[in-house]
């Protein structure tokens, strides 16, 4: 994955997610500042890792299967970036949420089929 350096906004950490471990996200969310607008909550793959994924949603196919597109984060780092993720960051495994600009928050992603289920 990229090794290019991502700059938080100063004082924008937020104490109350420093504790949920690492997260995948795409380098449109962290270099180009992109909104979050899909999310979901995989089983983890490494120590520490929170299971969590953030995308712009725009990503091309090219992009999705590049692994020098996305980086790996503290789940607090990508929360800077984007408070209106840290409501949902206690869901379970199997989550998977869309930006609505309609509700003015996230969703459930009905269109979208998890492989990890929620039980």
Do not use: K
């Not at 090794?3 to 100063?10: D, I, Q, S, T, W």
């Not at 196919?61 to 840290?86: E, K």
């Not at 003015?104 to 990890?116: I, K, L, N, P």
Request: hydrophobic share 45%; net charge negative; charged share 25%.
């Amino acid at each position: 994955m990229g090794g290019r350096a991502v700059l938080l906004p100063e004082g924008r950490l937020l104490p109350h997610v420093t504790d949920l471990g690492g997260c995948i996200a795409s380098h449109r969310v962290t270099l180009d500042r992109a909104p979050i607008r899909w999310m979901y909550r995989s089983h983890p793959v490494w120590p520490g890792d929170s299971g969590w994924r953030f995308f712009a949603g725009d990503e091309d196919d090219d992009a999705m299967v590049d692994p020098d597109r996305f980086g790996i984060y503290a789940i607090d780092a990508i929360a800077a970036l984007d408070p209106t993720i840290v409501p949902w960051l206690f869901q379970p495994i199997g989550a998977t949420l869309e930006r609505n600009d309609v509700a003015e928050g996230f969703v459930e992603a009905v269109a979208w089929r998890s492989a990890h289920p929620r039980r």
